[in-house]
Nanobody, 123 residues
Framework: QVYLVESGGGLVQTGGSLRLSCAAS????????MGWFRQAPGKERHAVAA????????VYADSVKGRFSISRDNRKKTMYLQMNSLKEEDTAVYYC????????????????WGQGTQVTVSS
């Protein structure tokens, strides 16, 4: 079993920044692809960004390109999402995921999920 715990969410003003972290434990493998997803109230969960096992490959949803940056530190078993120039539409619960079962980073599916961290962007 792999356990994922997100942190770093909170309330931020429009244009501000936040850095999310996802700490993996249990039988977490540094060979897993990992990703960030988000779900806004009343909407479906969808991908934000994903990263391959060693960080060489990163992919982003169009809505966050140029504003968000995904990274990972395998020694710490932690993945990050740096979010800059935040907009109100970025408000959502952000989830991290690990162990890609499919072939598309942004589609998944992923085997393991965290419980989520709330990000609220307010003007």
């Amino acid at each position: 079993q792999v356990y994922l715990v997100e942190s770093g969410g909170g309330l931020v003003q429009t244009g501000g920044s936040l850095r999310l972290s996802c700490a993996a434990s249990g039988r977490a493998s540094s060979t897993y692809a990992m990703g960030w997803f988000r779900q806004a109230p009343g909407k479906e969960r969808h991908a934000v960004a994903a990263i391959n096992w060693n960080g060489d490959t990163t992919v982003y949803a169009d809505s966050v390109k140029g504003r968000f940056s995904i990274s990972r530190d395998n020694r710490k078993k932690t993945m990050y999402l740096q979010m800059n120039s935040l907009k109100e539409e970025d408000t959502a619960v952000y989830y991290c995921a690990a162990d890609l079962l499919g072939s598309d980073f942004l589609v998944g599916p992923y085997n393991y999920w965290g419980q989520g961290t709330q990000v609220t962007v307010s003007s």
